[in-house]
């Protein structure tokens, strides 16, 4: 909730001791009296939320007329203040539409755009900036003052928010608070009923039940939590004693004073935007009619296009229709005009009725204004196999004939004609047809290019840009990696992945061991080659086991271009040491115990990955013995064949001297090896 400090809420009368000039009205609406003010009634809904109470072109007049006695401090006065202002999206239903940005913006913009953003009475917000620090009628601002100029985030409790400072924030923050107070008015604590609303911060000030009458009397409340209490009216414009709070009376009078009751509303201009009428390239007509019921005197109908002021048109044209309507008044309560504006789709063309004392919004009217210039759009630049599909679409308004368009890549162009068919764009355009689209492939070769599409003009105008895109293309030579090179049983395996730019299928790659090619299939799935290159799929990788002998080997592998220009990619060399043929092994050793002899060591055949036999044979007569005992500094020797490669043997045999032998039998290629003899005696 938005609390505002006591001496915040008397912020205007320490302004005049500190000789601040607090600039009378000139001509008041109603000259507020505190009699008047109702703590259940202090602002009607009708009127709190009545936007369209004042233009942006009003608003500004009324900040000068007020802020007329001003002189800048270390900030300008409010009415030549400016600031930027970022867009923000739609809240939702109920609460704040879209607020839209702007750079370099009048104080007035600011306020006004708050205002139609969030559906606030562009009054109450002036109001308010009165109400918290002045601004309006103050002389000398600070920059600090329009920091914090609605008091938002600025609770009694401590100080203001560092994050919630800045003049468009707090306008905009302040505004989208009302609407939440009303969007969801039970998370509040004031609300309409029986409700207790104290006289000051200090409790002990005591309080009253107020049946609050209205939402937009629980919204001030909810703002500055605080009625004025008897000696508070009793001042006027003055001070009351220690237990007065001043924010809600303050608001209460400087409104009266300036706008009319704000309980009884004040005159609403009459009017309509009757028509708008597109006349050709850059110019429309508009008609239709306005009064003031409280005046008879002409009133001025300002005409923004975009929300950008087109015209300030004079009540002088005869409608007799109004005259008889609203007799009294006269006919001549008319206007029309023909203006030249900036052409384009969907403009948004408001009138508003603007009187000394108010503005009223007489309606808006949505148009597509020729500009001579052609339209269109750069819809899509997507990327393929050493290909960039170009699309949009372009239309002339002065011909239903398709026109040119020309596409640039890097600064150079090429002419093409925009006939695709597109019922889109005849949708919007159905004098024009369907036969307006672009869409092109280029081949713009290997890189980063930028692409450009221009409609070309016929007639009026100059050629339109419909926009830019930026895209990477691979084509020409296959692109790819080689992964790895790893030494299995009997031969090595070798993995990677390649691309030829130009296509999407896959290519081969060619494997050469030792200078003798093997040709291999790049189609097998990598999800992370398709994650990278989307355009490619998955189906690049390639992986083999080749078959060679003991030794070391060099393989070198290349990507063979299969599509477009260029010429096949070496992917890298790499060295292996493989292992093949008869059995590699050791007998270790030879112990024995008692009569019981034991040989022990390791074997293995590099052609295959299974643990092996291992013949022992004592004075001559064999038995077989498997491997499979633990041996990890064989398998850090050869990572390939695994720890497992251990045997043991054991014979009982005589007293004596006897020879012991260990064979690793060979499986495939090659022959059994000795692995090695011992002589041991046994006693």
């Not at 009708?46 to 009003?58: D, E, K, L, P």
């Not at 600011?110 to 002036?126: F, S």
């Not at 708008?276 to 850059?282: A, I, Q, R, S």
């Not at 000795?674 to 006693?683: A, D, W, Y």
């Given at each position: 909730?938005?609390?505002?400090?006591?001496?915040?809420?008397?912020?205007?009368?320490?302004?005049?001791?500190?000789?601040?000039?607090?600039?009378a009205?000139?001509?008041?609406?109603?000259?507020?009296?505190?009699?008047?003010?109702?703590?259940?009634?202090?602002?009607?809904d009708?009127?709190?939320?009545?936007?369209?109470?004042?233009?942006?072109?009003?608003i500004q007049?009324?900040?000068?007329?007020?802020?007329?006695?001003?002189?800048a401090?270390?900030?300008?006065?409010?009415?030549d203040?400016?600031?930027?202002?970022p867009?923000?999206?739609a809240?939702?239903a109920?609460?704040?539409?879209?607020?839209p940005?702007?750079?370099?913006?009048?104080a007035?913009?600011?306020?006004?755009?708050?205002?139609?953003?969030?559906?606030?009475?562009?009054?109450?917000?002036?109001?308010t900036?009165?109400?918290e620090?002045?601004?309006?009628?103050?002389?000398?601002?600070?920059?600090t003052?329009f920091a914090i100029?609605?008091?938002?985030?600025?609770?009694?409790?401590?100080?203001?928010?560092?994050?919630?400072?800045?003049?468009?924030?707090?306008?905009?923050?302040?505004?989208?608070?009302?609407r939440?107070?009303?969007?969801t008015?039970?998370?509040?604590?004031?609300?309409?009923?029986?409700?207790?609303?104290?006289?000051?911060?200090?409790?002990?000030?005591?309080?009253?039940?107020?049946?609050?009458?209205?939402?937009?009397?629980?919204?001030?409340?909810?703002?500055?939590p605080?009625q004025?209490n008897?000696?508070?009216?009793?001042?006027?414009?003055g001070?009351?004693?220690?237990?007065?709070?001043?924010g809600?009376?303050?608001?209460?009078?400087?409104?009266?004073d300036w706008?009319g009751?704000?309980?009884?509303?004040?005159?609403?201009?009459?009017?309509?935007l009757?028509?708008?009428?597109?006349?050709?390239?850059?110019?429309?007509?508009?008609?239709?009619?306005?009064?003031?019921?409280?005046?008879?005197?002409a009133?001025?109908?300002h005409?923004?296009?975009?929300?950008?002021?087109?015209a300030?048109?004079?009540?002088?044209a005869?409608?007799p229709?109004?005259?008889?309507?609203?007799?009294?008044?006269?006919?001549?309560?008319?206007?029309?005009?023909?203006?030249?504006?900036?052409?384009?789709e969907?403009?948004n063309?408001c009138?508003?009725a603007v009187?000394?004392t108010a503005?009223?919004?007489?309606?808006?009217k949505?148009?597509?204004?020729?500009?001579?210039?052609?339209?269109?759009?750069?819809?899509?630049?997507?990327?393929?196999?050493?290909t960039?599909?170009?699309?949009?679409?372009?239309?002339?308004?002065?011909?239903?004939?398709?026109?040119a368009?020309?596409v640039?890549?890097?600064?150079?162009?090429?002419?093409v004609?925009a006939?695709?068919?597109?019922?889109?764009?005849?949708?919007?355009?159905?004098?024009?047809?369907?036969?307006?689209?672009?869409d092109?492939?280029?081949k713009?070769?290997?890189?980063?290019?930028?692409?450009?599409?221009?409609?070309?003009?016929?007639?009026k105008?100059?050629?339109?840009g419909?926009g830019?895109k930026?895209?990477?293309v691979?084509?020409?030579?296959?692109?790819?990696?080689?992964?790895?090179?790893?030494?299995?049983?009997g031969?090595?395996?070798?993995?990677?992945?390649?691309?030829?730019?130009?296509?999407?299928?896959?290519?081969?790659?060619?494997?050469?061991?030792?200078?003798?090619g093997v040709?291999?299939?790049a189609?097998?799935?990598?999800?992370?080659?398709?994650r990278?290159?989307p355009?490619?799929?998955?189906?690049?990788?390639?992986?083999?086991?080749?078959?060679?002998?003991?030794?070391?080997?060099?393989?070198?592998?290349?990507?063979?271009?299969?599509?477009?220009?260029?010429?096949?990619?070496?992917?890298?060399?790499?060295t292996?040491?493989s292992?093949?043929?008869?059995?590699?092994?050791?007998?270790?050793?030879?112990?024995?115990?008692?009569?019981?002899?034991t040989a022990?060591?390791?074997?293995?055949?590099?052609?295959?990955k299974?643990?092996?036999?291992?013949?022992?044979?004592?004075?001559?007569?064999?038995?077989?013995?498997?491997?499979?005992?633990?041996?990890?500094?064989?398998?850090?020797?050869?990572?390939?064949?695994?720890?497992?490669?251990?045997?043991?043997?054991?014979?009982?045999?005589?007293?004596?001297?006897?020879?012991?032998?260990?064979?690793?039998?060979n499986?495939?290629?090659?022959?059994?090896t000795?692995?090695?003899?011992?002589?041991?005696?046994?006693?």
């Open positions: 909730m938005q609390l505002r400090r006591i001496f915040t809420a008397v912020l205007a009368l320490v302004a005049l001791v500190a000789g601040i000039a607090l600039t009205p000139a001509a008041p609406a109603e000259a507020a009296n505190n009699a008047d003010f109702r703590a259940d009634n202090i602002i009607s009708g009127v709190f939320f009545n936007s369209n109470t004042m233009s942006a072109a009003a007049s009324f900040l000068a007329d007020k802020g007329r006695n001003c002189v401090g270390s900030a300008p006065c409010i009415k203040f400016r600031a930027d202002s867009s923000r999206p809240q939702g109920g609460h704040c539409g879209a607020y940005g702007g750079t370099n913006e009048l007035s913009t600011i306020i006004y755009k708050a205002a139609k953003a969030c559906g606030i009475n562009p009054q109450v917000l002036i109001v900036l009165e109400k620090q002045s601004l309006i009628t103050g002389s000398r601002p600070s920059a003052r100029a609605m008091g938002f985030d600025c609770p009694d409790t401590r100080a203001c928010g560092s994050s919630s400072m800045g003049f468009e924030y707090q306008m905009y923050k302040a505004a989208w608070q009302f939440q107070y009303t969007l008015p039970n998370y509040f604590r004031y609300k309409p009923g029986n409700i207790a609303v104290q006289f000051n911060p200090n409790a002990a000030c005591g309080s009253t039940i107020v049946n609050i009458k209205n939402q937009a009397t629980a919204n001030l409340y909810n703002y500055t605080y004025p008897a000696a508070a009216l009793r001042a006027g414009a001070v009351g004693d220690s237990c007065s709070a001043y809600n009376r303050n608001f209460f009078r400087f409104f009266s706008f009751s704000p309980t009884s509303g004040q005159p609403v201009l009459k009017g309509a009757d028509g708008v009428t597109v006349d050709g390239y850059n110019t429309i007509s508009v008609r239709g009619w306005a009064l003031d019921p409280a005046s008879t005197t009133v001025a109908v005409i923004y296009v975009d929300g950008v002021g087109a300030v048109l004079k009540t002088n005869s409608r229709d109004v005259g008889s309507a609203y007799p009294g008044y006269g006919n001549d309560r008319g206007y029309q005009a023909q203006l030249s504006v900036t052409g384009g969907d403009q063309v009138a508003y009187s000394s503005s009223t919004e007489l309606g808006c949505v148009v597509d204004i020729p500009e001579g210039s052609p339209r269109g759009a750069f819809d899509t630049a997507v990327v393929g196999p050493g960039v599909r170009v699309t949009g679409w372009t239309v002339d308004p002065e011909t239903t004939a398709p026109i368009a020309h640039y890549v890097d600064g150079v162009g090429q002419a004609t006939n695709a068919n597109r019922p889109d764009v005849a949708l919007h355009y159905p004098q024009h047809g369907s036969n307006h689209g672009i092109v492939t280029l713009p070769g290997n890189g980063t290019h930028q692409i450009c599409l221009y409609g070309i003009n016929v007639g105008g100059s050629n339109t419909l830019c930026t895209v990477t691979y084509a020409g030579e296959p692109i790819g990696a080689y992964d790895s090179l790893t030494a299995v049983p031969g090595f395996s070798i993995a990677g992945w390649a691309i030829d730019p130009d296509t999407a299928n896959s290519i081969e790659v060619h494997a050469y061991v030792d200078g003798r040709p291999l299939k189609n097998q799935a990598r999800s992370d080659i398709a990278a290159y355009v490619y799929g998955a189906g690049h990788g390639f992986s083999a086991t080749i078959a060679a002998d003991t030794g070391s080997h060099n393989v070198c592998v290349y990507a063979i271009n299969t599509a477009g220009s260029g010429s096949n990619t070496l992917l890298g060399c790499k292996v040491q292992y093949g043929g008869s059995p590699l092994g050791a007998l270790d050793s030879v112990t024995v115990s008692g009569r019981t002899i022990t060591g390791w074997a293995f055949d590099p052609d295959v299974q643990n092996g036999s291992v013949h022992i044979y004592v004075d001559g007569a064999g038995f077989a013995v498997k491997t499979g005992g633990s041996r990890p500094d064989v398998a850090r020797a050869y990572p390939a064949y695994g720890s497992t490669n251990g045997y043991t043997g054991s014979r009982t045999t005589t007293a004596g001297q006897h020879t012991v032998c260990a064979y690793g039998i499986v495939g290629a090659g022959q059994n000795l692995l090695g003899c011992r002589t041991v005696s046994v006693q």
